[in-house]
């Protein structure tokens, strides 16, 4: 059982990446998947996160219009689409899995730091790295 996170790289500002989230061993139809990031130096960053059951989704302010999630149940992914990338978007960027849970409330426990709780399957990372 587990999350991976891919689609990651060096990009310069302005360009688009698109990040994926796979699960494996289980489906994620039930569970609200949120990506985070976290660079160093800064707090952890709920991103953005939808929710299992009407795709209803979250996103902080700081990517609001440009980043889009978007979850595709039959290839159990979820994917991350980032437009006009900022070098504030370098970090190391992944995914995790909460049952039931709502987009808002799965990002808000991303941010900061420890584990939330309500998380029931954490991802590998994968790295972003945006230059000017």
């Known amino acids: 059982v587990q999350l991976q996170a891919s689609g990651g790289g060096m990009v310069q500002a302005g360009a688009s990446l698109r990040l994926s989230c796979a699960a494996s061993?289980?489906?994620?139809?039930?569970?609200?998947i949120g990506w985070f990031r976290q660079a160093p130096g800064k707090e952890r960053e709920g991103v953005s996160c939808?929710?299992?059951?009407?795709?209803?989704?979250y996103y902080a302010d700081s990517v609001k219009g440009r980043f889009t999630i978007s979850r595709d149940n039959a290839k159990n992914t979820v994917y991350l689409q980032m437009n006009s990338l900022k070098p504030e978007d370098t970090a190391v960027y992944y995914c995790?899995?909460?049952?039931?849970?709502?987009?808002?409330?799965?990002?808000?426990?991303?941010?900061?730091?420890?584990?939330?709780?309500?998380?029931?399957?954490w991802g590998k990372g994968t790295q972003v790295t945006v230059s000017s």
């Open positions: 995790a899995a909460a049952f039931m849970e709502s987009p808002s409330g799965l990002c808000t426990g991303l941010a900061g730091t420890g584990d939330y709780p309500g998380v029931n399957y």
């Open positions: 939808i929710s299992s059951s009407d795709d209803s989704t």
């Open positions: 061993g289980f489906t994620l139809n039930y569970y609200a």
